[in-house]
């Protein structure tokens, strides 16, 4: 029975992993077609925060900002909400961002989702959010099945605490990422 459930486990954990994917590059072409169409979706503050943070990265500021993000897919019923309203929107953001930083080309569009997803640190993080979503409708289903939650508190917190060391991890990759492109534009 243990084996059963480490498969469907790893399963619907894929599944959501590929979801997360399709919701941030649907998010980044909105973002990009709304940029396009003139409609501002990030205010000028934002996208100046956001390039610093770019410039002068901190792995820190990195992971506390993820895992606010991260903390809020793990809230149960609210979590899988959370994640398509939180990834969805920074497919979004992304999306305004190449318009107003980078320049309008479906050549910088893919890029941009390129290296927010694809690169180790997208990998990770996207991965972690994928594993808190699965927490949350977990202990959710759990909660409506009225199954005993003393066990599956225990497996929710330390689903909680991998997948925020995966994003410790994918924030450091990150500002590894940032200050490597840093040094050789600056070279």
């Given at each position: 029975?243990?084996?059963?459930?480490?498969?469907?486990l790893t399963r619907r954990v894929l599944v959501y992993y590929s979801v997360t994917f399709l919701l941030l590059a649907m998010g980044e072409v909105i973002g990009y077609l709304l940029s396009l169409g003139g409609i501002q979706v990030l205010s000028k503050s934002e996208l100046q925060e956001l390039?610093?943070?770019?410039?002068?990265?901190?792995?820190?500021?990195?992971?506390?900002?993820?895992?606010?993000?991260?903390?809020?897919?793990?809230?149960?019923?609210?979590g899988p909400l959370m994640y398509v309203i939180l990834i969805g929107f920074?497919?979004?953001?992304?999306?305004?961002?190449?318009?107003?930083?980078?320049g309008v080309s479906v050549l910088y569009l893919i890029l941009a989702y390129v290296s927010s997803a694809i690169l180790p640190h997208g990998l990770l993080e996207l991965f972690s959010y994928s594993l808190s979503v699965y927490n949350s409708v977990n202990i959710s289903i759990d909660v409506v099945k009225r199954r005993p939650l003393g066990t599956a508190f225990i497996y929710w917190v330390l689903r909680l605490?991998?997948?925020?060391?995966?994003?410790?991890?994918?924030?450091?990759?990150?500002y590894v990422e940032l200050t490597t492109v840093g040094a050789v534009i600056h070279a």
């Amino acid at each position: 029975m243990v084996a059963v459930k480490a498969r469907i486990l790893t399963r619907r954990v894929l599944v959501y992993y590929s979801v997360t994917f399709l919701l941030l590059a649907m998010g980044e072409v909105i973002g990009y077609l709304l940029s396009l169409g003139g409609i501002q979706v990030l205010s000028k503050s934002e996208l100046q925060e956001l390039e610093s943070i770019a410039q002068h990265p901190s792995y820190m500021v990195i992971f506390i900002h993820n895992l606010s993000l991260n903390l809020m897919m793990n809230i149960p019923f609210i979590g899988p909400l959370m994640y398509v309203i939180l990834i969805g929107f920074t497919g979004v953001a992304l999306g305004y961002i190449v318009v107003s930083s980078i320049g309008v080309s479906v050549l910088y569009l893919i890029l941009a989702y390129v290296s927010s997803a694809i690169l180790p640190h997208g990998l990770l993080e996207l991965f972690s959010y994928s594993l808190s979503v699965y927490n949350s409708v977990n202990i959710s289903i759990d909660v409506v099945k009225r199954r005993p939650l003393g066990t599956a508190f225990i497996y929710w917190v330390l689903r909680l605490l991998l997948s925020v060391l995966i994003l410790f991890i994918a924030a450091y990759v990150e500002y590894v990422e940032l200050t490597t492109v840093g040094a050789v534009i600056h070279a």
